[in-house]
Every structure is written in C-alpha cells, then in structure tokens.
C-alpha cells in the first residue's frame, strides 16, 4: 500500500468516525469494552487463567 493509499484510507476512516451522532460511539465503545477478554489474558495469554482454574479447583475440594 502506498503512502497517499494509507493517508486517503485514514482520512476516510476519521470522516465517517466523526460524522457519526455521539450516541452511536457511545454504544460502539461500550459494546468493544464488552467483547474484550480480562487483562491477564491480554497480558500473558490462557496460561495465568489455567493456573487459576486449577487453584480454584483445589480450593473447593472437587
């Protein structure tokens, strides 16, 4: 892609960001924070989650 393709495709993408009403970012951005995954995992991946699992499982006797 080159140089003008990426500015003309970024200028598109900010003008159709900005023309929208403020509810619909509002309900996009609430909707994104919804769908992301805990922090650990964006952090470190399953492995933390799995050795938490497996704590829990200890702790409860299962």
């Not at 990426?6 to 023309?19: E, F, H, P, R, S």
């Not at 909707?31 to 829990?56: D, H, N, T």
């Amino acid at each position: 892609m080159k140089t003008n393709d990426y500015v003309k495709y970024v200028t598109q993408q900010l003008v159709t960001y900005m023309d929208q009403p403020k509810e619909v970012k509002r309900e996009q951005r609430q909707l994104k924070k919804q769908e992301r995954s805990p922090i650990a995992f964006q952090l470190f991946g399953v492995i933390p989650y799995a050795i938490m699992m497996l704590f829990k499982k200890k702790k409860s006797g299962v």
